[in-house]
Nanobody, 120 residues
């Protein structure tokens, strides 16, 4: 299983970016998908998660500004980021908890990370 993230870049404060992540490989079912981020010198922190049934959770720092969505048929997850702030600058990682076969256990897979830089 591989996850490929895209959509990062440089944007001014107040701007928007959309991150996308596609899972490929042997996939029977994906349970939770989501995004983490890691800023320089800081620990990786959760940004948003979405379960296969649609239940969503956001970090308090992004609630109201970021929107997570997924397409179960395409095994993709997206993160629409609006009203970006310099403190949103980080490498963003997507992940998914994947079961490759019916009845098999779930494992977590990570994308390669995409840089988001917000200038003031």
């Amino acid at each position: 299983v591989q996850l490929q993230a895209s959509g990062g870049g440089l944007v001014q404060a107040g701007g928007s970016l959309r991150l996308s992540c596609a899972a490929s490989g042997i996939i029977f079912r994906i349970n939770t998908m989501g995004w983490y981020r890691q800023a320089p010198g800081k620990q990786r922190e959760i940004v948003a998660t979405i379960a296969s049934g649609g239940s969503i959770n956001y970090a308090g720092s992004v609630k109201g500004r970021f929107t997570i969505s997924r397409d179960n048929a395409k095994n993709t997850v997206a993160l629409q980021m609006n009203s970006l702030k310099p403190e949103d600058t980080a490498v963003y990682y997507c992940y998914g908890t994947v079961s490759p076969y019916s009845g098999s256990t779930y494992s977590t897979y990570w994308g390669q990370g995409t840089q988001v830089t917000v200038s003031s």
